[in-house]
């Protein structure tokens, strides 16, 4: 497929990954303990990322991906280099809290975490590689989470305020793209990993999790406001898991549905890009008996601070409806939806809907008239080396050939302004949902299943040679 319309000059195509899910070597060098370290591959998983079971220890009953991940604390040379020959412009990586700050609330922080990153962003430079850092990536140190509950604890605030202060200092020069929280919306959906929060017997749950919300909301635009004073060049933006919510039907009753679903992720970055509180979740918390613990001070950061560009994620799109019994559910990423008669679904039932992408990109630039950057996207799929041990994988360049061109459509058809792409998983790494090896993502075949057996060797997979000829021809060479 050849297209006439070319991907703007400085256009930012990359690839993107997540410490817990990449780095492995979770002991060394100083690093603390994480709330992902602790989440297991099994059915204990989803229990305990939506903090409905307390699992504060490693045991032997279980297997933990997230330890030893793909190793890339040790490879990240020879992964970069792959990046760099895949002609990436950018690289989007996220910093792993302990081990800059390996308890999180110690006054110094750790030389070796702080140089491991200096020398990642190095590598990344050596490339022409602009890295674009996610700032916590549902990770949270553990300390942090027995000793004061997680978000839900306003000290997190400063805490993250002193990291953010460390690594904008430090990485001044290195890193201009900033990325405050992952999917913050996640938090309603899974909050031992969006917010370190497990909930305690009897607690009002909608309570707790609009405490920590306000909390990483004041947090983010702290960050904003460190990051502009620190280095004026820095760009931050807000990340949210999105895809937007159809009516199932055009039922008015439907068409609400879809309206409420849609605002419930918008919320988020109605307050980090607008500046506050919608009206609507307002008078929702208000009915439902929320109180937000906003100090004196708070109202005005938020108003003050907004990000400079709206990054999410986009994997599929969803459906609402109000009829009870269409609700038997489909799969989606953590919070599930109504199956789309419409979409064809991946092996893990995700649906795969690219007109859905272009449609995403139009209501968020018209709701919050910023630059976009597409920070996730991707098909998770089982792939199987043929007997000389190649991976041709057409099905993941067909999913990304057709979110490309509706990119594309988005861009020169509708005039939406966006700043880059960043495909999921560029190497193959560990499911952030399921902890499964097997659901892969990556350009780059990991030899490692999921009980932690193989090689690790690096393989290149047929999408490998094809995003290559995509960044080369600025993404007119779709074939
Ligand atoms: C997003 C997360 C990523 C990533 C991706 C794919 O929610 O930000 O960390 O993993 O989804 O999901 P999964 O790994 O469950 O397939």
Sequence with gaps: MKNTMRFPENFLWGGATAANQCEGAYDVDGRGLANVDLVPVGKDRFPIITGEKKHFAFDDAHFYPAKGAID??????????????????????????????????????????????????????????EPLVTITHFDCPMHLITEY?????????????RLVTVIFTRYKGLVKYWLTFNEINMILHAPFMGAGIYFEEGENKLQTKFTAIHHELVASSLATKIAHEIDPENKVGCMLAAGLSYPYNCAPGDVFKAQKDNRQNYAFIDVQSRGAYPAYLLKELEREGVVLPILEGDAELLAEHTVDFISFSYYSSRVSTENEELLAQTAGNIFASVKNPFLEASEWGWQIDPLGLRITMNELYDRYQKPLFIVENGLGAVDIPDAQGAINDDYRIDYLRAHVQAMNDAINLDGVELLGYTTWGCIDLVSAGTGEMKKRYGFIYVDRDNDGNGTLKRTKKKSFGWYKKVIASAGTDLD
């Design 149 to 161: 509950g997680g978000w839900r604890n306003r000290k997190l605030v400063d805490f993250y305020e």
């Design 72 to 129: 890339m604390y040790n490879t990240y040379k020879e992964d970069i280099a792959l990046f760099g020959e895949m002609g990436f412009k950018t690289y989007r990586l996220s910093i792993a809290w302990t081990r800059i700050f390996p308890k999180g609330d110690e006054l110094e922080p750790n030389e070796e975490g702080l140089l491991f990153y200096e020398n990642v962003f190095k590598e990344c430079h050596k490339y022409g590689i």
